[in-house]
Antibody
């Protein structure tokens, strides 16, 4: 069974940093591209970042480019999101999401974690 | 950036009725379009991928259609558990991957 479990959320002051983790199990982690998607309170879904299976290719939404860094450790079956220079508008539930099919181009998000809440406030 | 516009914003129907949700893209996304369902306090769940393929475990009452810029999610006969928010998402021309703003399906 595919499982994705996020952790690392919490309350942080504006300008601060936080590192989110996503522990994966039930599949060959290194074979799948991964993403972070966020949802501000009462709002819709916003894609944040992408990473290839090997970790060699990454991509970011303009709203987080230069502040957030996605990475993965395939030996530990883990995905990360390092968030720096946090702003109030970064307050959201952050979900990790796995591609539906290994190696598929432009694939959908077939599996999601339960999310971790990040609150940026003084 | 490809903008996805969902309509209506809110749809009020009764159990047993047919629901038709629309997603329009600002430029062609071919069939690289997915639909997700989200219930309060839960993560989104993939319903339809590649515009018309049901994900594993999704009931047959859910169907997707369309290509290019116009897409439809149809729920043939609403069950009580189908009342939720529905999002479309494209990954044809990215970054960025984009989502529609959502359609809230509520009980009439």
């Amino acid at each position: 069974e595919v499982q994705l479990v996020e952790s690392g959320g919490g309350l942080v002051q504006p300008g601060g940093s936080l590192r989110l983790s996503c522990a994966a199990s039930g599949f060959m982690f290194s074979s799948f591209e991964m993403n972070w998607v966020r949802q501000a309170p009462g709002k819709g879904l916003e894609w944040v970042s992408y990473i290839s299976g090997s970790g060699s290719s990454t991509s970011y939404a303009d709203s987080v480019k230069g502040r957030f860094t996605i990475s993965r450790d395939n030996a530990k079956n883990s995905l990360y999101l390092q968030m720096n220079s946090l702003r109030a508008e970064d307050t959201a539930i952050y979900y990790c999401a796995r591609e539906l099919r290994a190696g598929a181009a432009a694939d959908s998000f077939g599996y999601w974690g339960q999310g971790t809440l990040v609150t940026v406030s003084s | 950036e490809i903008v996805l516009t969902q309509s209506p914003a809110t749809l009020s129907l009764s159990p047993g009725e047919r629901a038709t949700l629309s997603c329009r893209a600002s430029q062609s996304v071919s069939t690289y379009l997915a639909w997700y369902q989200q219930k309060p306090g839960q993560a989104p769940r993939l319903l339809i991928y590649d515009a018309s393929n049901r994900a594993t475990g999704i009931p047959a009452r859910f169907s997707g259609s369309g290509s290019g810029t116009d897409f439809t999610l149809t729920i043939s006969s609403l069950e009580p558990e189908d009342f939720a928010v529905y999002y479309c998402q494209q990954r044809s021309n990215w970054p960025p991957i984009t989502f529609g703003q959502g359609t809230r399906l509520e009980i009439k």
